[in-house]
């Protein structure tokens, strides 16, 4: 079986571009470019002096000896935390502009959520002098205000979404109508491994730099290139895609998915998408997906903002329903309880979506020589206000 994405944009059953029609031209540009433009040997110096020089690649890959300790199995920690701005995100956004450019684009439009993508996007727009456009739900303008901040000093201009419930989904469908107004001068930046193809394979491809590195690193460190398991935390699935890409197709290298349970799995506050969702259409891609019996989508829950989502992206689906990936659902308990004892063994403050990988050790047993290679998705300064709240710190 191939994991990758199909030249028809499926990932076995998943994926594909359900889109309007008004959308077509657009996503249909992009897919019939976005494989030669990335290839260009231009592109491609620019893409990697922009993660060396500017991110901050490569980024260290550690081994966490007391955590690995503690738990009695090796443990290294990839560290994404490290990256300018704190995430992974930037990995993708870098691509996305450079290609945007190439396209002969001066309009940038993304949504947020948390707002940790529309961070990732006003940095790269600032760097490349782009004009800026981020559309948020009112809620979470209210919510996420240091972020708001953020894009604001930034330079970009954030559009609120007041329609439906005010959140994400409705931020989404503010910018699919901003790109449908706009298909000549505007590429729309999707923050993860979601969307109509080629999105879901472009993003993967821009984030697969984490596991291209942990190969070479790994094989300093271990005299191998390959892991015993890779392990992330899956929200959309952006940094997941990112340290699994060139494991896909090794059997011998095990897929963890860390999924956020929220208060529980059977509490209907969760986003515990593999335990909970049925084949759906969402952002344009048939996909795993939580809805009602009718087929709206549900509300996800998660203590962690990057994780409340109520879908995942096709290559994760396909993981799932054909039983290459491992998935676990971490609460919000279990997940603050690990993210605060990585803060004292190694003195690492991580972010609440790495924290519920982080988790998985108190339940799932490995062998004491195994070489767990777990993706750190971020840091946990956006986090600081969620820690304090939670242990009256
Ligand atoms: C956004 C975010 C996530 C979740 O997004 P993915 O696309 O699933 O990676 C995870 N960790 C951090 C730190 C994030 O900011």
Known sequence: MNYNV????????????YIPEMLYPNVEELRQQYLS????????????????????????LYFAERFSEKYNTKVYLKREDLCHTGAHKVNNTIGQILLAKRLGKNRIIAETGAG??????????????????????????????????????????????????????????????DWINNPVDTHYIIGSVVGPHPYPDMVARFQSVISEETQKQ???????????????????????AGIYYHYLNEPEVGIIAVEAAGKGIDTGESAATSALGKMGIIHGSKTLLMQTADGQITEPYSISAGLDYPGVG??????????????????????????????????????????????IFEQRKFKEDD????????????DLNTYINYFNL
Not at 6 to 17: D, L, Q, S
Not at 323 to 335: K, L, Q, V, W, Y
Not at 372 to 380: A, D, Q
Request: aromatic share 6%; charged share 25%.
């Open 6 to 17: 199909n030249e028809k944009g499926y990932y076995g059953e998943f994926g594909g571009a």
């Open 37 to 60: 433009i990335t290839a260009e040997e231009g592109f491609q110096k620019e893409f990697r002096q922009l993660l060396r020089d500017y991110v901050g690649r490569p980024t260290p």
């Open 116 to 177: 940790q993508h529309g961070v990732a996007t006003a940095t790269v727009c600032a760097l490349m002098g782009l004009e800026c456009i981020v559309y948020m739900g009112e809620i979470d303008i209210k919510r996420q205000a240091p972020n708001v901040a953020r894009m604001k000093m930034l330079g970009a201009t954030v559009v609120p979404a007041t329609s439906g419930s005010k959140t994400l989904k409705d931020a989404t469908n503010e910018a699919i109508r």
């Open 218 to 240: 790994l094989l300093e460190k271990e005299g191998r290139e390959r892991p015993d398991y890779v392990v992330a935390c899956v929200g959309g699935g952006s940094n997941a």
């Open 314 to 359: 096709p290559m994760h689906a396909h993981l799932f329903a054909s039983g290459r990936g491992e998935f676990i659902s971490i609460t919000d308990e279990n997940a603050m309880k690990a993210g605060l004892e990585l803060c004292k063994l190694e003195g690492i403050i991580p972010a609440i979506e790495s924290s519920h990988a982080l988790a």
């Open 371 to 382: 070489v767990v290679v777990l993706n750190l998705s971020g840091r946990g300064d956006k």
